[in-house]
């Protein structure tokens, strides 16, 4: 998936719901997403900083 569309789904998420500022961010196995990391052209979505 490109970083545009992943921004894309997000903010339709930011759209629809209230309290998005309590809304957790995780991972499909369940693990919390720490930070994004922009590497050699591509962003990883990992669990550590």
Do not use: H, Q
Request: glycine share 2%; net charge negative; proline share 2%.
């Amino acid at each position: 998936m490109k970083l545009s569309k992943f921004v894309e789904k997000l903010e339709n998420i930011l759209k629809t719901e209230k309290d998005s500022d309590k809304i957790d961010v995780r991972m499909a196995d369940n693990i919390f997403v720490v930070e994004p990391v922009f590497k050699d052209g591509v962003v990883f979505i990992t669990d550590e900083k």
